[in-house]
């Protein structure tokens, strides 16, 4: 199983990034997966999932500036990032898990290995 988090760069406040995650070994028809990150000096944080059956969920720091979605045909997972802030700057990381999304790290199987975001002017 292989996850491959790209999209990642350098932004100015206020900007947009699509982030992608191609997912490899596993089908998305039966797995969850989410979106974490983790600045510096922090904890890793979930920022969204999207579920087996597409139910999408986002966190509060997120919420009404990402899109989250998937193309089963290309077994990939897209994060549309908008309104960009400079505390949005953090790796960010891919993982799957089966069936459902979870809110705590610890339960997703496969991990990416993560494409950094910075926004600053």
């Known amino acids: 199983v292989q996850l491959q988090a790209s999209g990642g760069g350098s932004v100015q406040p206020g900007g947009s990034l699509r982030l992608s995650c191609a997912v490899s070994g596993i089908s998305l028809d039966y797995h969850a997966v989410g979106w974490f990150r983790q600045a510096p000096g922090k904890e890793r944080e979930g920022i969204s999932c999207i579920n087996s059956n597409h139910n999408t969920y986002y966190a509060d720091s997120v919420k009404g500036r990402s899109t989250i979605s998937r193309d089963n045909a290309e077994n990939t997972v897209y994060l549309q990032m908008d309104s960009l802030k400079p505390e949005d700057t953090a790796v960010y990381y891919c993982?799957?898990?089966?069936?459902?999304?979870?809110?705590?790290?610890?339960?997703?199987?496969?991990w990416g290995q993560g494409t950094l975001v910075t926004v600053s002017s």
């Open positions: 993982a799957a898990k089966p069936a459902y999304c979870a809110r705590y790290a610890s339960l997703y199987s496969y």
